[in-house]
């Protein structure tokens, strides 16, 4: 369905939008879309950097030999 419309048919349906919602309104939209990806992008990097440190901390974990622990 979608495969048929082509350069014209883009334009038209870019037109009618722009008439329908004005561009003061299409570019505040377009503004929140930006700040949407910029937060997910943020919230993936964060997830990615939470998800190193606890990689990290498996790593620190307490090598004190079984035997040293006993005398505290």
Do not use: C, H, W, Y
Not at 22 to 44: D, Y
Not at 48 to 69: C, I, Q, S
């Amino acid at each position: 369905m979608l495969n048929n419309i082509g350069l014209p048919g883009l334009l038209l349906i870019a037109v009618v939008v722009l008439v329908l919602f004005g561009r003061g309104k299409i570019s505040s939209l377009m503004g929140e879309v930006g700040k949407g990806i910029t937060a997910f992008k943020k919230g993936v990097s964060d997830g990615t950097k939470e998800l190193e440190d606890d990689a990290n901390a498996e790593a620190a974990r307490d090598v004190t030999p079984a035997a040293d622990k006993d005398k505290v």
